[in-house]
């Protein structure tokens, strides 16, 4: 085994002072992530593959000379409170291919086939439809969910001035129209929270590389050469993320008869449409590691190229008021391709937008750190802002994935329907919420891993103050405000800039109704704030152990 794998392998079972806690914090990061990526691709293939069931029923191509089947579907009925959807369809060739999905065989003028649902209701509906008893249920390989109403009645013939669909096989790669407006729904979802995704990967593995950071300085200064410095750091990187991935896609399938229930396209799920596939757990298992290590490897660059600097605790480079220029091209995007352009065009402007707030982040927190440290009358103030001049990027990695989700609770707060039991209205709710659930959850292991390692990164400052005299209480006053000041500082003008970046996706219209959109926005302030505060309860004691030495 090469030299550097196996010492690598070696401090991973055996990290050293502080480096349990930041490979466990790291790990546990890692498995959140594992099972939100798991989550985000078994729910879009869900997806297809409830639209391909149905899909035949959105279908309207075909040429009626040659079409096998007319239809006409209306949704505007109910039963028991809920909707009902009655597809009449005309038979045109029978008998010269398999049926339509879950039913035994093609209605003929006359027969009723109805969901299970239905099916347990049908006297209330005998009558109406003029059929005592169904002539069959549909089975699943014809629902959407298992809770679906529908009714497909055969009949002889659909007048053209219901202007019938046409279709030309009942097994038409269609998507249904309903499961497509989610599809882009969840794909703008992604793009929303990618970028809060990406920087719990960046912290899962920053917190293991700094602590590792003085480490590989020192072997760098011992004659080891950058290459095996970065292949000792990607092995302990990749054992530690391909362990949390592990976790994370167990976490999912053991999560899975829960996430099925969730009531999303017309009702629930059935599990086997949200069953993770072999190809995506080699996928989660192979991109989870490779993203991880990347980020490990960025991190530690710095070692590579200085290690002196590392050992030495050298101040990076200030950073350059230029990247301020990044917060006007998402807007300016979203502005000129509007709601009605292509969906790709869209889906990049909204990551520009995310990709500022990950930009200029960090700058901004040095220039509140800037003031703080002019303005202060005290020492708690002065040493917090001495910190975020210090090292904005690492002061404001804890809370980047917070500052994010303040961008996204911004943007999707003008787009917040209440009040009318519309479908689409009821689906865009449900998705808002489960966003924000992905979002928060992602926030928690982000900020909660975060404070560990920035607890970890001022052990050695901490470490001088104490034996300066520096009572402890103020050292740890110092890191909560520090914690602190970014959120408020930077996460609530980010709130503003993504209700402008969706105003400017909307073409300057609010289509949130009643106060919902200002529930939304304050329920995001106070989720931040006992976020941070769990954090910094998470960090505090890690950071009295470390700098106790």
């Known amino acids: 085994m090469n030299p550097m794998t196996e010492l690598g392998l070696r401090f991973v079972r055996r990290p050293g002072p502080g480096g349990r806690a930041a490979n466990l914090a790291a790990f546990g990061a890692t498995a959140v992530v594992a099972l939100l990526v798991t989550f985000l691709i078994a729910g879009s293939l869900g997806l297809s593959q409830r639209s391909e069931r149905i899909g035949w029923r959105s279908a309207d191509k075909a040429d009626p000379a040659t079409a096998i089947g007319a239809l006409n579907l209306d949704d505007d009925q109910r039963v028991d409170g809920h909707r009902l959807s009655v597809l009449d369809l005309a038979v045109l060739r029978p008998n010269e291919l398999a049926p339509p999905p879950g039913l035994d065989h093609a209605p003929k003028p006359g027969e009723v086939f109805v969901s299970p649902e239905v099916a347990k209701r049908w006297s209330s509906l005998a009558k109406q439809y003029g059929v005592e008893k169904p002539t069959g249920v549909i089975t699943d390989k014809g629902l959407s969910s298992p809770e679906e109403f529908i009714i497909i009645r055969g009949v002889q013939t659909i007048p053209a001035d219901q202007h019938p669909q046409y279709v030309s096989s009942w097994n038409e790669k269609v998507w249904d129209s309903r499961m497509l407006a989610l599809l882009i729904a969840v794909a703008f979802g992604i793009i929303l929270v990618l970028f809060p995704i990406l920087s719990l990967v960046g912290q899962a593995a920053g917190v293991a590389a700094k602590r590792r950071e003085h480490r590989l300085a020192a072997l760098r200064l011992a004659g080891a050469t950058r290459t095996q410095v970065l292949w000792l750091s990607t092995v302990e990187q990749a054992v530690l993320a391909a362990a949390g991935a592990v976790v994370g896609l167990v976490g999912y399938t053991v999560l899975s008869p829960l996430i099925a229930q969730i009531p999303l396209g017309g009702g629930r799920w059935y599990v086997g449409d949200i069953t993770v596939q072999w190809w995506t757990v080699l996928v989660v298992l192979a991109a989870v590691p490779v993203l991880s290590v990347t980020s490990a490897l960025i991190g530690l660059g710095r070692v ?202 909307s073409g300057g219209k609010m289509i949130t109704q009643g106060s919902s959109g200002v529930l939304l926005l304050l329920g995001q302030v106070v989720a931040g704030l006992v976020l941070v505060t769990v954090a910094g309860t998470a960090g505090a004691p890690v950071l009295r152990k470390a700098s106790a030495n």
Do not use: H
């Not at 982040?361 to 020492?379: D, F, R, T």
């Not at 001022?458 to 006053?477: D, K």
């Open 304 to 505: 590579s190229i200085t290690p002196l600097g590392v050992v030495r605790g050298q101040t990076r480079k200030g950073l350059s008021v230029l990247r301020i220029g990044m917060l006007v091209i998402g807007p300016v995007m979203l502005a000129y391709f509007g709601m009605k352009a292509a969906v790709l065009p869209l889906l990049i402007a909204v990551g520009f937008a995310a990709l500022a707030v990950r930009v200029v982040g960090p700058w901004a927190v040095q220039l509140v750190g800037k003031a703080m440290a002019k303005a202060a009358n005290g020492p708690v103030t002065l040493l917090a802002g001495r910190r975020l001049v210090d090292d904005p990027k690492g002061a404001f990695r804890p809370v980047a994935a917070l500052v994010l989700s303040g961008f996204v609770t911004g943007f999707i707060s003008v787009f917040m329907p209440s009040g009318d039991d519309v479908p689409s209205f009821n689906d865009m709710r449900i998705g808002v919420a489960l966003l924000l659930s992905l979002v928060f959850l992602t926030v928690a292991a982000s900020t909660a891993a975060g404070a560990v390692g920035t607890a970890l990164d001022q052990a050695a400052p901490a470490r001088a103050l104490r034996r300066s005299g520096v009572p402890l209480s103020v050292i740890e006053r110092a890191a909560r405000v520090a914690a602190v000041v970014p959120v408020v500082g930077v996460g609530l003008p980010v709130v503003g800039f993504g209700a402008l970046c969706g105003l400017a996706l």
